[in-house]
């Protein structure tokens, strides 16, 4: 829902959301490192099926719902409806 309401599929749309979701990378689940702070955000849906699950992921240049490993630790962020 939310990456629909964006004219420009960016980070800056992301910053300019009413929710500003910041570039936090994500977590590898394998070993515990981080990657793309500060160069994509990575932002869990509720959408789960088995060791998966769809996660927003944006950067400077577009953003796109992907499929991605729940082991990996992927920033949440709650909407009240």
Known sequence: QELASWTDKTS????NSPLKLPLA???YYSNGTLYNVGSNGFYWSSTVSS??????NFNS???N???NNRANGN???CIKD
């Open 25 to 27: 990378g994500y977590r």
């Open 75 to 77: 920033s949440v962020r």
């Open 12 to 15: 800056v749309e992301a910053m």
């Open 65 to 67: 719902m992907n499929n």
């Open 51 to 56: 060791t998966n699950a769809r996660n927003l």
């Open 61 to 63: 240049s577009n953003a």
